[in-house]
């Protein structure tokens, strides 16, 4: 009868601890689905900037193109004079202004789009974490599962050992301390 008492005792201990791995898969997987949310949402935000950057870029080079025919023209025309030469420096100088203003809306546009490309890699690596987590805490699940069942304490003994690995991952989906 002893016996039979310190096996249901034992037996108390697989159920506390398969109900934690439980919870803490259930958290894992809401947290890593936030996680991968967060992650495809920035990527889409980022491939927006950076095809803002590449119009801004295109402008510019476009109105570099004209700055540079003007001061082909310039040139030409400098040698006979007359009023072209000043509408042309005019227009040049409108040119190299949008130039400028390009190159700062760029660097504006550049931070913001590295700024998403960090939080893409940021949410990415919490959701591995709770990834890893999941698939550790579910095993320890299955272990003391089985282990309930067959009576074998050594098999729990090992469900907890991967569960406390699995603990230890879940921890690093909050904190990425590795």
Same mark, same amino acid.
């Given at each position: 009868? =002893?016996?039979?008492?310190?096996k249901?005792?034992?037996?108390?201990?697989?159920?506390?601890?398969?109900?934690?791995?439980?919870?803490?898969?259930?958290?894992?997987?809401?947290?890593?689905?936030?996680?991968?949310? !967060? =992650? &495809? #949402?920035?990527?889409?935000?980022?491939?927006?900037?950076?095809?803002?950057?590449? =119009?801004?870029d295109?402008?510019?080079?476009?109105?570099? #193109?004209? %700055?540079?025919? $003007?001061?082909?023209?310039?040139w030409?025309?400098?040698r /006979?004079? @007359? @009023?072209?030469? %000043?509408?042309? %420096?005019?227009?040049?100088?409108?040119?190299?202004?949008?130039?400028?203003?390009?190159?700062?809306?760029?660097?504006?546009?550049? !931070?913001?789009?590295?700024?998403?490309?960090?939080?893409?890699?940021?949410?990415?690596?919490?959701?591995?974490?709770? @990834?890893?987590?999941?698939?550790?805490?579910?095993?320890?699940? $299955?272990? /003391? /599962?089985?282990?309930?069942? +067959? %009576?074998?304490? /050594?098999?729990?003994?090992?469900?907890?050992?991967?569960?406390? &690995? @699995? +603990?230890?991952?879940?921890?690093?989906?909050?904190? #990425?301390? $590795?």
């Amino acid at each position: 009868m =002893a016996e039979e008492e310190k096996k249901e005792k034992w037996l108390g201990w697989v159920a506390v601890t398969t109900i934690i791995f439980a919870v803490c898969a259930t958290l894992a997987t809401f947290k890593g689905g936030q996680h991968s949310t !967060r =992650a &495809v #949402l920035s990527q889409a935000k980022a491939t927006n900037q950076w095809a803002y950057y590449q =119009a801004k870029d295109l402008k510019q080079y476009l109105h570099e #193109l004209q %700055r540079d025919n $003007l001061d082909l023209e310039l040139w030409d025309a400098g040698r /006979s004079g @007359g @009023g072209f030469a %000043r509408v042309a %420096r005019d227009k040049q100088a409108a040119y190299a202004a949008k130039i400028a203003k390009y190159e700062t809306q760029k660097a504006e546009i550049k !931070r913001q789009a590295e700024a998403l490309d960090a939080a893409i890699a940021e949410a990415q690596a919490h959701s591995a974490a709770f @990834g890893l987590a999941i698939i550790f805490l579910q095993i320890a699940i $299955l272990l /003391s /599962s089985v282990a309930a069942l +067959m %009576r074998l304490k /050594s098999v729990w003994l090992g469900g907890v050992t991967v569960g406390v &690995v @699995g +603990m230890f991952c879940f921890a690093n989906g909050f904190f #990425l301390f $590795l």
